[in-house]
C-alpha cells in the first residue's frame, strides 16, 4: 500500500538557524548521535542509493557545509534529508513513540497524493490547512533560497502555531464523522477507515501542537526556553 508519514520536532528556528556557519558542531558528532540510532541507516541509504558507504559520506559532507555555512543549492536535497539527523541531535524529537502515518489518507479525492488539505478546510481547520504540507521551511538558509520539494518540511510558528492549537483544541470526533463519504473515499466502508486513521493523525498532531508550545525548563542547542516553533517532516512515498 502506498503510504507517507509526517514527523515533528520542537525547534527554536532562531537557535537552529544561528548554528549556521559558526562550525558548533562536527558533521561527526550528528551521525555518531545516539538520537539518530533509529534514523541514520533510513537517510545514509536513501542518500546513498541503496549504498551505506555512499550515503554516509553525502550525509558527512551535507552536515559539515551546513556547520560550515558553504551552502550549494546543488546539493538541496541531502540539506533536506540530513535536517532529520540534526534536529534529532539538538531539537526535541516529537514521534519518538508515534507518528502521522498516512496509508489510507496518503490520497483522497481532489487532493495532492498525502496532503489533508480539502479535509483540513472541510473541518474549518482554516489555518491548518493553510500551513499543512506547505514546504515553507527554508533551513538551512534564512530564507527565499533554493531547497528541495521532498522531502516536505513545514514549519508552523508564531501566529500561525497559536492559530492552529486553537483550531485543534476544540475539535472532536463528532465532527469528523460528519465529513461527506465523497471527500474521503469512494465508498462508505473505505470513508469508515480514512476517518480513523484522520482522527489519529489529527489528536497526535494536537499533542505536537501543545508540545511545541509549552515552556521548556532550559535551553537546549536547538530549543529555547519559550519561543519555540513546530517543524514538521512529510516523507515516505512521493
Known amino acids: 500500500m502506498s503510504d507517507r508519514f509526517v514527523r515533528g520536532w520542537k525547534v527554536s528556528p532562531e537557535k537552529l538557524q544561528a548554528l549556521v556557519g559558526k562550525k558548533q558542531l562536527e558533521a561527526k558528532a550528528v551521525l555518531e548521535s545516539r538520537a539518530n540510532e533509529e534514523s541514520l541507516e533510513e537517510v545514509v541509504m536513501t542518500l546513498g542509493d541503496e549504498s551505506e558507504e555512499e550515503g554516509t559520506k553525502i550525509a558527512g559532507d551535507a552536515l559539515a557545509a551546513i556547520m560550515g555555512g558553504e551552502l550549494n543549492s546543488d546539493d538541496a536535497y541531502a540539506y533536506g534529508r540530513v535536517t532529520e539527523l540534526l ?82 483544541e476544540p475539535l472532536t470526533r463528532k465532527q469528523l464523522d460528519a465529513l461527506p463519504v465523497a471527500l474521503l473515499a469512494h465508498d462508505e466502508a473505505d470513508a469508515a477507515e480514512t476517518r480513523d486513521e484522520l482522527w489519529e493523525g489529527l489528536k497526535t498532531l494536537r499533542k505536537w501542537v501543545k508540545t511545541a508550545r509549552r515552556d521548556e525548563k532550559k535551553e537546549r542547542l536547538g530549543v529555547a526556553i519559550q519561543g519555540n516553533a513546530l517543524v514538521l517532516l512529510m516523507d515516505g512515498d512521493q
Do not use: Q
Open 87 to 168: 534536529l534529532n541531535h539538538i531539537a526535541k524529537p516529537l514521534a519518538a513513540d508515534d507518528e502521522i502515518v498516512m496509508e489510507l489518507t496518503y490520497h483522497v479525492p481532489g487532493a495532492e497524493f498525502g496532503c489533508w488539505n480539502p479535509l483540513l478546510k472541510a473541518l474549518k481547520l482554516r489555518r491548518l490547512a493553510k500551513t499543512w504540507a506547505r514546504g515553507n521551511f527554508a533551513f538551512p538558509w534564512a530564507k527565499g533560497k533554493p531547497r528541495s520539494d521532498w522531502p516536505a518540511w513545514t514549519l508552523i510558528a508564531g501566529d500561525d502555531l497559536e492559530v492552529v492549537a486553537a483550531e485543534l
